[in-house]
């Protein structure tokens, strides 16, 4: 080897053997304890939430320094009480049920603090919160099932009324992706303090549709799903300071959603192909956008909702061309309303149903069992849809 090799190898060995003994140096001494930052023992493992084959369903949360933890829902049965049982692991428990098929939101309350269920990747958003998502498979017509599935698009769209981005949910049918077929539109709009992302997560309107056109009971379509709410402290999306309220949502609608799907999905945009639904506030917003536009709308569905405030007679006033106009009754080939006998807008809903028979419509008033709730929700989007493009 030459001279200037062997330099250049005992050069690269000495560095290696600097490096090795920095590293050695470097190490803490070994100790039983871990070291701070680094695991210790694994925790005992939690299952959460676990349905059993009764339909009882199990909820766990590991807090071993908590003093009280609670479970927070709206539509389980807590006969016990929300307080969950603490065990000598550190493991919070409580068991609830048996529980009716369907999908539950709920979320835990730790010191008066509400958090989401760690053990639990299901979610559902609402206006302010996010909510841990149980489902209880059972409920043949909304569970996922052996059956070609659609798509849901989480759109983000720019509302020139609004001057600002905002988001909805569009769900076209299977096969709409590798065809070139034109498919009628129709637009679900959730409840107050909701959002665009309430109807196919805790609503499960994906997998509704799903299994009716799969069934041949609904007509291939594509479901929007906007967001309802227009700012923080605007229930309606009304606001206008110093004269009539501006809906900025129907503005929003009739000038921007509306346009939007009908310049990037294959729809056909006439008014024997649009329909028109929602929940509480978006059933008070079909009616107010449904019967302004009533020339675009030949399908109106109003779930557990009516026209709200003081009365019916201001509503008819603003509306009354449209009301009034005979030519446009013919297209409107459902109008369709259900609330819970329970639902604490029952008589809003009697009331609407009234008003609108005066002026001459033939709506259709189902008053089922239970109040204002999804589990409601889901089965009149199941009824409804059929009713759809017949």
């Known amino acids: 080897m030459k001279c200037k090799e062997r330099w250049r190898l005992g050069i690269a060995i000495a560095a290696l053997s600097l490096g090795l003994a920095g590293a050695a140096a470097a190490q803490p001494p070994r100790s039983e304890a871990p070291a701070p930052g680094r695991r210790g023992p694994p925790g005992p493992q939690v299952l959460s939430p676990e349905v059993r084959a009764d339909r009882t369903v199990v909820f766990r949360l590991l807090a071993p320094e908590a003093d009280s933890v609670a479970l927070r829902t709206s539509d389980l049965p807590l006969a016990g009480g929300p307080q969950m049982t603490k065990g000598d692991n550190g493991v919070w428990e409580i068991s609830v049920g048996p529980v009716e098929p369907g999908a539950y939101r709920y979320t835990f309350t730790v010191h008066g603090v509400q958090v989401l269920d760690p053990r639990n990747t299901a979610t559902s958003e609402s206006l302010a919160t996010v909510h841990s998502l149980l489902v209880v498979p059972g409920a043949e017509f909304m569970d996922a099932n052996q059956v070609p599935h659609g798509a849901v698009a989480s759109i983000l769209y720019f509302?020139?009324?609004?001057?600002?981005?905002?988001?909805?949910?569009?769900?076209?049918?299977?096969?709409?992706?590798?065809?070139?077929?034109?498919?009628?539109?129709?637009?679900?709009?959730?409840?107050?303090?909701?959002?665009?992302?309430?109807w196919t997560s805790v609503g499960r309107a994906a997998l509704i549709m799903d299994n009716l056109i799969a069934a041949g009971k609904a007509k291939p379509m594509l479901v929007v799903m906007p967001a309802g709410h227009t700012g923080a402290g605007f229930m309606f999306g009304m606001r206008g300071p110093g004269g009539p309220p501006r809906d900025e949502f129907a503005d929003d609608f009739v000038n921007d959603i509306m346009p939007y799907v009908e310049s990037h999905y294959r729809v056909m945009p006439d008014r024997a192909h649009r329909a028109l639904a929602g929940l509480s506030m978006g059933g008070a917003q079909t009616l107010g956008i449904g019967f302004s536009h009533l020339d675009q709308f030949g399908y109106l569905g109003v779930f557990s909702s009516g026209i709200f405030g003081n009365g019916t007679a201001a509503w008819e006033e603003q509306r009354q061309t449209m009301l009034d106009d005979a030519s446009l009754k013919d297209g409107l080939k459902v109008l369709w309303f259900a609330t819970g006998s329970e639902d604490f807008l029952i008589q809003s809903t009697r009331n609407t149903v009234e008003a609108l028979k005066k002026h001459g419509f033939n709506p259709v008033f189902k008053e089922t069992a239970g109040g204002h709730t999804w589990i409601n929700w889901r089965d009149y989007l199941h009824e409804f849809a059929p009713m759809l493009f017949q």
């Open 159 to 198: 509302s020139k009324s609004l001057d600002r981005h905002r988001r909805m949910h569009i769900y076209t049918p299977p096969g709409y992706e590798a065809g070139q077929d034109k498919y009628p539109v129709f637009y679900l709009l959730h409840g107050a303090g909701d959002g665009d992302d309430s």
